[in-house]
């Protein structure tokens, strides 16, 4: 079984990692120039989870039944359950590793809290909620973690003003994360190794504005703006100082599981939707989470819920407590509803390039509980806000803490020490899975749906 690595830098963005920076990360520009490289179309929804379990199962959101971090409840108005590994029914590379009878490495690759057994070692995720609980696979490697670097960190909060605080908090738990990586690598005996960096993603998103003059909020000559080019910078010290540890006969792929791009705003889509009068509220709001917003649900026929892209849910009779959709009605409605979301204009009257997904129609199975649409506002740049009471249907900022980018459907790829011939060639994230296995010598499933990059 020959190794694989899999380098994952979550939110790694083409345009950054090909172009604008990469004179900033000659390690990892030399492996894009030496091997196979090119953009990675992310998972419908284009977001942490479900595409990061899409990369390593080869598995499409629909099969996974995971549409993102949180779900809606058994058709509940208000009950969610959160995604976690305990969701995940489908293989992953490191159990398909384990059945050939190999070890794996796997660390901060959601969801992978709470950390279940595998063949191997296995540090669990950002969405971990403290290191005082269990967070490694088997538990004793906790011990040699914290001997190693002190307390772990699996994740930072990124949504807050002090952006000098937080700033020292990524580089604090990128080290930290970088060291585990390292001894790991050297000290256990694997045949895969798999780890995600949260902190990039965590870097654009609070400090986006700072670094690049499209973004509507740029002021030049700030305190923050090489703050990214000086992350990206630091990554590529890692990866270099890492691949000194790594076999030279391993395969390696860079991969992130999404882009980046401004965020030009967020979208009120309730308020939009109380305006067109599918959504009744029952009186005036200050602004509030619509979890917490009074609703007439006997006179609604469709709501929403924020984040990087909409989720829309019809009242349908039959199915929701108070249902107002007749059944015989739902295309109908549905392809009504749709149209007038594709009809949304920006503040300016400029026009949208909006994405409307029927998930049962997209994906093939469609498991889980899935919206009823889901909606990239003129191609992810503007984000959903869930929440009510605002002046305006438009807000310059996001809605539930500052938040300076967006994700985009292309993350990047980089293949390297595949005995391949150097070249550019788009793929997609399904195509991960088939690529690591083909590279370790291993059977792809015919169940997944992407294919191998590597043509030996």
Same mark, same amino acid.
């Given at each position: 079984?020959?190794?694989?690595v899999?380098? *994952? ?22 492996m ?5 490289r ?6 419908? @929804?284009p977001?942490?989870?479900?595409a ?7 598995? #499409?959101? &629909? +099969?996974?039944?995971?549409? &993102?971090? $949180? ?18 029914k ?8 384990g ?12 969801p ?19 290191? #005082?609980?269990?967070? /490694?696979?088997?538990?004793e ?15 930072? @909060? ?17 080290e930290?994360?970088f ?6 690598? +050297?000290?256990?005996?694997? #045949?895969?190794f798999?780890?995600?960096e949260? *902190? ?15 973004h ?12 990214? @080019?000086?992350?990206?910078a630091?990554l ?10 790594i ?13 980046? +791009?401004?965020m ?5 889509v ?5 305006? $067109? ?11 509030? $989470? ?16 924020g &984040? ?10 039959? $199915?929701?407590?108070? &249902? ?7 295309d109908? /409605? ?9 009809g949304?204009?920006?503040p ?5 390039? !909006? +994405? ?30 869930? !929440?009510v *009471? ?16 967006v994700?985009?459907?292309? *993350? ?27 590279s ?11 294919e @191998?990059?590597?043509?030996?």
């Open positions: 079984m020959k190794k694989c899999i380098m *994952g830098l979550d939110c790694a963005a083409p345009g950054l990692v090909f172009d604008k920076l990469k004179d900033r990360i000659p390690n990892i520009t030399a894009a120039e030496e091997g196979v090119g953009t990675l179309r992310s998972s419908d @929804p977001i942490t989870i479900p990061w379990m899409s990369m390593v199962t080869g598995k #499409d959101p &629909g +099969q996974l039944g995971l549409y &993102g971090f $949180r779900h809606r409840k058994e058709n509940s108005y208000q009950d969610m359950w959160i995604a976690s590994s305990n969701r995940v489908e293989k992953t590379l490191w159990d398909r590793v059945r050939a009878g190999g070890r794996s490495c796997v660390v901060g690759v959601p992978t809290y709470p950390p279940r057994r595998i063949e191997g070692w296995l540090v669990s995720c950002f969405i971990t909620p403290d290191t #005082d609980r269990r967070y /490694t696979h088997p538990p490697l906790r011990r040699e973690i914290e001997d190693l670097v002190g307390e772990y960190v699996t994740d930072v @909060p990124f949504r807050v003003e002090d952006r000098a605080s937080l700033l020292d908090a990524i580089y604090d738990m990128t930290k994360r060291k585990v990586v390292e001894y790991l690598i +050297q000290e256990k005996e694997w #045949d895969l798999a780890f995600v949260i *902190g990039l993603d965590r870097m654009h998103h609070a400090f986006w504005k700072y670094f690049d003059p499209v509507h909020l740029y002021r030049p000559g700030n305190e923050f703006e090489n703050a990214i @080019p000086d992350y990206y630091y590529d010290k890692w990866v270099g100082r890492l691949r000194e540890s076999p030279k006969s391993a395969t390696v792929l860079i991969v992130s599981d999404h882009g980046a +791009q401004p030009k705003g967020a979208f009120c309730n308020q939009w939707l109380a305006g $067109r009068g599918h959504l009744a509220m029952k009186k005036p709001e200050e602004v509030v $989470r619509f979890s917490e917003a009074e609703i007439d649900w006997s006179k609604t026929t469709a709501w929403g819920w &984040g990087y892209y909409a989720r829309i849910f019809l009242n349908l009779e039959g $199915r929701e407590e108070q &249902g107002t959709v007749p059944e015989n009605r739902y109908e /409605t549905r392809d009504r509803m749709a149209e007038e979301i594709r949304v204009r920006g300016n009257g400029e026009e949208w390039n !909006t +994405q409307v997904i029927y998930p049962e129609r997209h994906f093939d199975p469609c498991l889980g509980d899935p919206p009823d649409m889901m909606v990239y506002f003129d191609d992810l740049s503007w984000r959903s806000a869930g !929440t *009471g605002h002046p305006a249907n438009y807000l310059p900022e996001n809605d539930t803490g500052p938040d300076d980018a994700h985009a459907k292309n *993350g990047i790829y980089i293949l390297s020490g595949a005995d391949e011939e150097p070249r550019w060639q788009p793929a997609n994230i399904l195509d991960v899975a088939p690529t690591a296995l083909r370790m010598g291993l059977p792809v499933p015919k169940s997944m749906k992407g @191998p990059i590597c043509r030996n």
